[in-house]
């Protein structure tokens, strides 16, 4: 809360905060400013134009590239048409286990006391984190339990959505500009059917349908992609920056070739190649190299998801670090 006091009359200022400083109404604090004086809507940042890239959080890397695969294999193993042999599809309900299994291994890594893992339950009612480990928890002996009954496969499906949900507001939650719902849910989701779709089309699971599903997920995650980076139209150096600029200007400078790159393998993997291998232009073997650059592009795209967002500071103080999940 700021408050300023004049005449010895003390009184709350609701128009605004400190400038660039996160909002104060989300975490309500207990700290109040008073002063005779309101803070200068001006007051900003000294490093607040510093493009700074933010840490990279590999294990969460790895494990957001992973559970959206996962997740994403078990669905197409439901909504592509039933045109395929049962071997096709059992290979891809493997795949999603496997995936699945190395994404929670990965996530155990980012905590800083792997042994109290077992306490992440007790925060449920508020925390996201613990709705995201609690739902997986669920998740998991229901995919184990799909490679001998696959009735079980629309619940497993089901339940792993619900946790991919949880894991996307994690990051909504934080109020930070790059990781708002308009980002985080096309990219994760976006995921899920790019890299099952992927799957699909290598295990040779309704080919045709997985490569349409594949092109179209392919597009909507090139949008939003393009869509980050508008803010560069039409500035300059004398540009006040904010959140959504500095993200942009991350990526059209010192992350220009990890975006570049990431950008071309997607179209490459998700829209070229599939086209050629359906046209009979590529040797059937292309498949699998059509799954592993979309997973490449996936996982460029998921490391660029930490290190180009905004972390909101205090004026004057050095930029934070990425969001801390333990």
């Known amino acids: 809360t700021v408050t300023t006091s004049v005449n010895g009359v003390t009184r709350a200022d609701t128009s605004s905060f400190l400038s660039a400083a996160p909002d104060p109404a989300y975490t309500q604090p207990t700290t109040r400013y008073i002063s005779e004086h309101p803070p200068s809507v001006a007051l900003m940042a000294s490093d607040l134009a510093m493009l700074r890239p933010q840490p990279t959080h590999w294990p969460l890397v790895f494990m957001l590239t992973l559970m959206p695969l996962a ?29 699945g299994a190395l994404g929670l291994a990965a996530s155990v890594m980012h905590l800083g006391k792997p042994l109290r893992a077992w306490r992440i339950f007790l925060g449920w009612r508020t925390s996201w984190l613990s709705r995201e480990a609690m739902v997986f928890g669920a998740w998991f002996p229901l995919a184990l339990l799909t490679l001998l009954q696959p009735a079980w496969l629309p619940l497993a499906a089901g339940v792993g959505a619900c946790g991919l949900f949880c894991s996307m507001m994690i990051y909504i939650d934080t109020r930070r500009v ?114 592993a650059l979309v997973l490449l592009a996936d996982f460029a795209e998921r490391v660029l998801f930490f290190r180009v967002v905004d972390a909101p500071k205090m004026p004057g103080l050095p930029s934070a670090s990425g969001v801390q999940r333990s």
């Open 178 to 291: 790059f990781w708002r719902a308009t980002q985080t849910i096309p990219r994760l989701a976006g995921s899920a059917l790019v890299l099952g779709a992927a799957a699909a089309f290598a295990v040779g699971l309704a080919p045709g349908m997985a490569a349409v599903l594949l092109a179209a997920a392919t597009a909507v995650k090139l949008a939003c992609d393009a869509r980050v980076i508008r803010p560069l139209d039409g500035t300059d150096d004398e540009t006040v920056p904010t959140p959504d600029l500095n993200t942009a200007r991350l990526l059209g400078g010192p992350l220009r070739v990890l975006f570049r790159s990431r950008i071309i393998v997607a179209l490459l993997a998700g829209v070229f190649l599939p086209a050629l291998i359906l046209a009979g232009k590529l040797p059937g073997v292309g498949v699998w190299w059509v799954f």
């Open 71 to 99: 997740i994403g294999a078990q669905l197409m193993a439901i909504v592509l048409p039933r045109l395929a042999t049962y071997p096709a599809s059992g290979r891809l309900v493997l795949l999603s286990v496997v995936a």
